[in-house]
């Protein structure tokens, strides 16, 4: 499985962006995904989660600020980022949980995305 995330960019403070997270490959099914994100000097931290099913898990920092949604015909992650603040500033990664055929079997594997840089400065 292949991951591609993009979407990033330099904005002003109070404006919106909408990262992408795409999985692609052969026999997968795309399980949880989430994303997560590395500010300058930071350790990576959790934002959202989505499940398989739709559910939505957010961090406190985001809440109501950022959505995250999903396109299972396009096996596509979105995060809907509004509302931008500097703090946001970080490198965005995409974790994906997916049933991957391997053989004959199927199974559990986790992937990152290569990450997608976001800047709020003014």
């Known amino acids: 499985v292949q991951l591609q995330a993009y979407g990033g960019g330099l904005v002003q403070p109070g404006e919106s962006l909408r990262l992408s997270c795409a999985a692609s490959?052969?026999?997968?099914?795309?399980?949880?995904v989430g994303w997560y994100r590395q500010g300058p000097g930071n350790e990576r931290v959790y934002v959202a989660t989505?499940?398989?099913?739709?559910?939505?898990d957010y961090a406190d920092s985001v809440k109501g600020r950022f959505t995250i949604s999903r396109d299972n015909a396009k096996n596509t992650v979105y995060l809907q980022m509004n509302n931008l603040k500097p703090e946001d500033t970080a490198i965005y990664y995409c974790?994906?949980?997916?049933?991957?055929?391997?053989?004959?079997?199927?199974?559990?594997?986790?992937?990152w995305g290569q990450g997608t840089l976001v800047t709020v400065s003014s």
């Open positions: 974790n994906v949980d997916v049933s991957e055929l391997v053989g004959e079997l199927r199974l559990p594997r986790n992937y």
């Open positions: 989505i499940t398989s099913d739709s559910r939505t």
């Open positions: 490959g052969r026999s997968f099914s795309l399980n949880n």
